[in-house]
């Protein structure tokens, strides 16, 4: 008779429950994480909502923080002891297909396959109190260190994958369309790195918060064209480098639109709706800008942003907008949901 856990399941248009599943075990090389924290992502809110149709009950979360449980027989316990705090990542890398021996595992053919426990519960699995993890995919972190910060890693993981692609350089512009928790965790690496950062947001709480951790421009599109400001701000030529963190296509034309000479813009956000923009393919000859994305988080990313986060070099506190239990998780998602909040947290 295996054992049972509790796990947080969207179980209905705006409804999570607390369900009881089937425990997993490791396997050889895997690792059994106790987890302690879950953030909720936007993938995870989309299904709550049901924007996103999947089969229900379902069991999201991949920004997970918690400790080692137990090990497979062939984990060494002296690397990974039991209690350690722990971060894992959570999408797969199967270390075999095409883009993961070209080292760019942010496209395996697997990553987005994992389904729990046979067929009754589907989804990645973090907001559960356990999961199971190739010791590959298992990041410790110091004591000391707050499970929710440690939650954030899959987050800014991301985030610095689509740094990679957008390739800064000291003193260069970069501007980030976007003040939610994708847009402030840009600004936040991008500072660190002697670029000058200029954000184009409407909410002026968000932009406060942007410049509170120190933006250095900030811009209201709603009352000025973000476009213009940027082409005035950098003598007419545009921006080296763009982010672009909504959803919205039509922002995908202005962020293109910003772009310099040479430029790189990077499309970081999944688009809702996916509608089409104009490109004129003579400027994209005579500029030589660069037109790219960004999903999913790296393995280099990963390992980076545990650095980041456990040597304290930044401090993602005040991006946790509100921790909840798992027993109050349907108020966790509603809150989530809120444009107010940045990354709300459940406590598993
Ligand atoms: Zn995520
Ligand atoms: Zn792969």
């Not at 090990?71 to 002296?78: F, K, M, P, R, T």
Request: charged share 25%; glycine share 8%; proline share 6%.
């Amino acid at each position: 008779m295996s054992e049972t856990m509790h796990a947080v399941a969207v179980t209905g248009e705006r409804e999570a429950t607390l369900i009881r599943m089937e425990r997993p075990e490791p396997k050889r090389n895997e690792i059994q994480i106790r987890i302690r924290a879950c953030a909720l992502c936007t993938w995870e809110q989309r299904v709550f909502i049901r924007e996103k149709e999947t089969p229900l009950p379902l069991v999201g979360g991949h920004e997970i923080a918690g400790e080692i449980c137990a090990l497979g027989a062939d984990v060494d316990e002296s690397k990974y002891p039991v209690g350690a705090p722990v971060t894992g990542r959570v999408q797969k890398a199967c270390h075999s297909c095409y883009y993961c021996r070209r080292g760019e595992p942010t496209q395996c053919v697997e990553l987005n396959t994992f389904r729990l426990n046979g067929p009754a519960v589907y989804g990645m699995g973090g907001l559960a109190e356990y999961i199971c993890l190739d010791r590959s995919a298992v990041w410790r972190y110091e004591n000391g260190v707050p499970f929710e910060q440690m939650a954030l890693t899959e987050p800014l993981a991301c985030v610095l994958n689509s740094i990679r692609r957008g390739d800064p350089h000291m003193g260069d512009d970069a501007v980030v369309i976007g003040g939610g928790v994708m847009g402030q965790l840009h600004l936040l690496c991008l500072e660190k790195l002697g670029v000058r950062t200029i954000l184009s947001e409407p909410d002026p709480a968000r932009r406060a918060f942007a410049q509170a951790h120190g933006c250095r421009i900030t811009i209201d599109p709603a009352r000025e064209s973000a476009v213009e400001r940027v082409l005035q701000l950098t003598g007419g030529r545009g921006a080296e480098t763009v982010f672009n963190t909504t959803a919205v296509s039509a922002v995908e034309e202005d962020a293109i639109r910003m772009t310099g000479k040479l430029g790189r813009c990077v499309t970081y956000s999944s688009q809702h709706p996916d509608s089409p923009v104009p490109v004129s393919p003579n400027w994209l000859h005579n500029s030589e800008a660069v037109l790219t994305g960004a999903v999913n988080p790296g393995i280099t990313s990963f390992d980076q942003a545990v650095n980041l986060i456990g040597k304290g070099i930044l401090s993602l506190d005040d991006l946790v907008s509100a921790v909840y239990p798992k027993e109050r998780a349907t108020e966790a998602f509603e809150e989530a949901l809120k444009p107010s909040t940045y990354r709300v947290v459940i406590r598993l």
